[in-house]
């Protein structure tokens, strides 16, 4: 167990719906790193945030967008879904966003 | 050309052989290299870390880095079925204060009894 929690563990939608993954950092990490995992695609990166401030963004799409709150937590908003956006969705935390990265157990997204 | 490419394999071996999993890379920046376990249906699991060239050992595990020629490995001695998973390398460099971690492809690996 790696300490990062997110929820839900499965989530399943239909085209153009909107979702929220939550995402809850390991006790004392302040950066959040969220990514996408899918067959053809392999593990991408796509946003990081450091102590509630946007840090550094990878491959995310316009339709969607992330936050972390006061707590650490962090929400990752995904928007006008498509088929494609279908995939594993995983939380990362580390201490000050230069250390090794852990990860949770991750969001099994199924858009229909 | 992507910047960290790994064989997707998959790969199966049988119980107790010496399994060697590798990845190439194209970036001279890369500084940190990783090696994660992932098994099905779970989160990457962090299993090496090391930022110089050279061996590194931990137990049955070994993470060799040869920045000279941007090639990294992870060997697997006695191998058990426990150990079959998809076996990630991934590598880290700061940019303007904010760590970039790219990941392989990812290896699928099966150790048969």
């Known amino acids: 167990d790696s300490g990062v929690t997110q929820t839900p563990k499965h989530l399943i939608t239909a085209t153009g719906q909107r979702v929220t993954l939550r995402c809850s950092p390991r006790s004392g990490d302040l950066s959040v790193y969220w990514y996408q995992q899918s067959l053809d695609q392999g593990l991408q990166f796509l946003i990081q945030y450091y102590n509630g401030e946007e840090r550094a963004k990878g491959n995310i799409l316009e339709r969607f967008s992330a936050q972390q709150f006061p707590d650490l937590h962090s929400e990752l908003n995904l928007s006008s879904l498509e088929l494609g956006d279908s995939a594993l969705y995983f939380c990362?935390?580390?201490?000050?966003?230069?250390?090794?990265?852990?990860f949770g157990p991750g969001t099994r997204l199924l858009v229909l | 050309q992507k910047e960290v490419e790994q064989d997707p394999g998959p790969l199966s071996v049988p119980e107790g052989a010496i399994v060697s999993l590798n990845c190439t890379y194209s970036n001279s920046a890369f500084q940190y290299f990783m090696w994660y376990r992932q098994y099905s249906r779970k989160g990457p699991e962090l299993l090496m870390y090391t930022y110089s060239s050279g061996n590194k050992e931990d137990g049955r595990f070994t993470a060799q880095v040869d920045k000279s020629s941007k090639y990294i490995s992870l060997f697997i001695r006695d191998s058990q079925p426990s150990d079959s998973a998809t076996y990630l390398c991934?590598?880290?460099?700061?940019?303007?204060?904010?760590?970039?971690?790219?990941f392989g492809q990812g290896t699928r690996l099966t150790i048969n009894p």
């Open positions: 990362a935390s580390s201490v000050s966003g230069r250390e090794t990265q852990y």
């Open positions: 991934a590598m880290t460099y700061l940019i303007q204060g904010a760590q970039k971690l790219v």
